[in-house]
């Protein structure tokens, strides 16, 4: 039995797309792994942390917690067989776009786990899109045995209802990284910045189309921004090294096109997500097409447009009252431009207009760490 002085101790294993280097990953692990700190302090419960990993040395060493071999299955089992629990999540995990084997290894894990009679938690999911419907009866078997079933999104959760997964189960949540703090010590957001110095627009872009035309018409709008007033573009890869690809494609399509005073710069912020949210802070708006670059301007109240790819992004940006500014298929530059601008000349009235929204947002964040400490606590100090 644990008391005040000595904690009791929780070993969880957290399976997800970790050690790969995606910054939008990595930041939902590191949003994890701090909430279940946070909450474990709160409850009296001292987590301990195994992490799948692509790279377990890499993840290690990032985070400070054991990581294991993710598809060997050696590793696996012995990873869930010491453990007090399975967590699944958070980000797109159970979806077969990206391929047929996504879903199939998710649910295994989550399977093996409970066989292994371990609860299991899914955390902040985002479930689809699903093509293929042999794959529902993994995704329905693994979610209702599990302790607890949370979703980033409304759109989440009616998938999992239509294919027989009670909805009285399913928290509907946000994505874990609305939670995520600035790193310690880290000056508040805007302070570095000269007052006399033009606007910084973050641009956070990815490869979509193959004909690369959703990338052309982002330069044309940056350019048609930068000659409406003199800004500092700053593209920001989430993904490397395919974003800072398609950022530097673009930034080849803006040379010698930007108006009088505008300039253009690639950042190199590394792997660790806060320094990337560290980034986002700083900036007076941001352009963004990764779902977790939009997050991050949430989380920092940096005023954001939209370039949509995915209804995900849709989704995110609705949850907050916006639209996308545009899609992979379809970008005004004026219009852009216009919207940009209004932006950034009333940054203030942008945070006031959204601030309730994104309060909530963060509050929200840290349930399912809360629920899943307490299940943990209480299922086995029985």
């Given at each position: 039995m644990g008391t005040s002085h000595h904690p009791q101790v929780r070993r969880i294993v957290?399976?997800?797309?970790?050690?790969?280097?995606?910054?939008?990953?990595?930041?939902?692990?590191?949003?994890?792994?701090?909430?279940?700190?946070?909450?474990?302090?709160?409850q009296g419960v001292q987590i301990q942390p195994i992490v799948l990993s692509g790279d377990p040395d890499w993840t290690s060493r990032m985070y400070g917690v054991d990581a294991v071999?993710?598809?060997?299955?050696?590793?696996?089992?012995?990873?869930?067989?010491?453990s007090d629990g399975l967590i699944s999540g958070g980000g797109s995990l159970l979806q077969d776009v990206t391929g047929a084997k996504t879903i199939p290894y998710y649910t295994g894990v989550m399977k093996l786990a409970q066989l292994l009679g371990k609860?299991?938690?899914?955390?902040?999911?985002?479930?689809?899109?699903?093509?293929?419907?042999?794959?529902?009866?993994?995704?329905?078997?693994?979610?209702?045995?599990?302790a607890y079933v949370s979703v980033r999104d409304e759109e989440s959760a009616a998938l999992l209802g239509r294919i027989g997964v009670p909805s009285d189960r399913i928290d509907v949540v946000p994505d874990p990284v609305m939670g995520l703090p600035l790193p310690a010590g880290s000056s508040a957001a805007g302070q570095a910045?000269?007052?006399?110095?033009?606007?910084?627009?973050?641009?956070?872009?990815?490869?979509?189309?193959?004909?690369?035309?959703?990338?052309?018409?982002?330069?044309?709008?940056?350019?048609?921004?930068?000659?409406?007033?003199?800004?500092r573009l700053r593209f920001l890869p989430f993904h490397t090294p395919s974003d800072t690809v398609a950022s530097e494609q673009v930034l080849e399509r803006l040379r010698g096109r930007l108006g009088d005073g505008s300039t253009a710069e690639l950042a190199a912020p590394g792997d660790d997500p806060q320094q990337m949210l560290l980034e986002v802070s700083r900036c007076d708006a941001l352009l963004g097409m990764r779902l977790h670059a939009l997050i991050y301007a949430a989380g920092q109240r940096v005023p954001m447009l939209g370039l949509s790819y995915d209804p995900k992004i849709d989704q995110f940006l609705g949850r907050l009252g916006i639209k996308a500014i545009g899609t992979t298929e379809q970008l005004d530059a004026e219009k852009f431009a216009e919207a940009a601008?209004?932006?950034?000349?009333?940054?203030?009235?942008?945070?006031?207009?959204?601030?309730?929204a994104i309060d909530l947002l963060k509050q929200q964040s840290q349930r399912p760490a809360q629920q899943i400490v307490h299940l943990l606590r209480h299922t086995l100090s029985r």
């Open positions: 957290i399976s997800g797309y970790y050690g790969f280097y995606n910054s939008g990953d990595e930041a939902v692990l590191k949003s994890i792994l701090l909430a279940l700190e946070e909450e474990g302090k709160a071999r993710r598809m060997h299955p050696g590793d696996l089992w012995k990873a869930l067989k010491g609860p299991t938690f899914a955390y902040s999911q985002g479930i689809g899109p699903v093509i293929r419907r042999w794959m529902d009866p993994m995704i329905r078997g693994v979610m209702k045995q599990s910045s000269d007052p006399t110095a033009a606007p910084l627009v973050g641009v956070s872009l990815r490869p979509w189309r193959s004909d690369g035309a959703d990338l052309e018409r982002a330069a044309d709008a940056l350019v048609a921004l930068s000659k409406r007033m003199p800004v601008g209004l932006l950034l000349s009333d940054k203030e009235g942008w945070q006031a207009k959204h601030k309730l």
